[in-house]
């Protein structure tokens, strides 16, 4: 069956410290992995795309890395910030194309 | 600016009661689409439009049913409500192609008791 594996530990980093998430996903063939954020009490909110031929991208503090082989994505924040304390969801679309199928998330905790 | 509007935003049922979740959206969106999510379980899919007059199932559809009334609102709807449905219930739209975006409303907040 197909599965997205996020760590189910909130992780707890110092603010100006860089954050790394990971997302391992099984019985995928993604042409397309989304990261979205969601804060406490609201719906997620998109944050990043990155298509299966590259490698990395990049908004502002936010990176993202796509590895096919390993079936895994990473996303980092750099010089983290209070603000930034959320859950992170990462998400593919099935095989089908038309459900988009999310992780449990991780919760992300920068404290001053 | 709307975006995604659900109504309502909090509800409590007792068991076997019936209510529909209403969700529009003013994006002009094709896709649309019910999720719960739990404690522990993530976000899982319950059912989705693909367009305007299609519907099919998600991971977790028993005891719903869904009407995509026209392009812009897809409701959901409990016909007889149990505890285990208790839980935060988003509707979510996209353009519906390979790879779209989601946008989600705010969620509506179930108790069955």
């Known amino acids: 069956s197909q599965k997205i594996e996020q760590n189910s530990e909130a992780l707890n980093i110092q603010e100006g410290k860089t954050a790394t998430l990971t997302c391992n996903y099984t019985?995928?063939?993604?042409?397309?992995l989304q990261w979205y954020r969601q804060d406490p009490g609201r719906g997620p909110v998109f944050l990043l795309l990155i298509r299966e031929n590259e490698k990395e991208k990049r908004k502002e503090r936010l990176k993202v890395t796509f590895d096919t082989t390993l079936k895994q994505s990473l996303f980092h924040i750099t010089a983290s910030q209070p603000a930034d304390s959320a859950t992170y969801l990462c998400?593919?679309?099935?095989?089908?194309?038309?459900?988009?199928?999310f992780g449990k998330g991780t919760s992300l905790l920068v404290t001053p | 600016n709307a975006g995604v509007t659900q109504t309502p935003k909090f509800q409590v049922l007792k068991t076997g009661q019936s209510m529909t979740l209403q969700c529009a959206q003013d994006?002009?969106?094709?896709?649309m689409y019910w999720y719960r999510q739990d404690p522990g379980m993530g976000l899982r899919l319950i059912y989705y439009s693909a367009s305007e007059g299609t519907t099919d199932k998600g991971e977790v559809p028993n005891g719903y049913n869904v009407s995509r009334l026209n392009k812009r609102e897809f409701s959901l709807r409990l016909e007889s409500a149990a505890p285990s449905q208790t839980s935060v219930y988003f509707c979510?739209?996209?353009?519906?192609?390979?790879?779209?975006?989601?946008?989600f409303g705010a969620g509506t907040r179930l108790s069955v008791l």
């Open positions: 019985n995928y063939s993604p042409a397309y």
């Open positions: 998400a593919l679309y099935s095989n089908s194309g038309y459900a988009l199928n």
């Open positions: 979510a739209s996209s353009g519906g192609r390979p790879g779209d975006i989601q946008y």
């Open positions: 994006m002009n969106h094709n896709s």
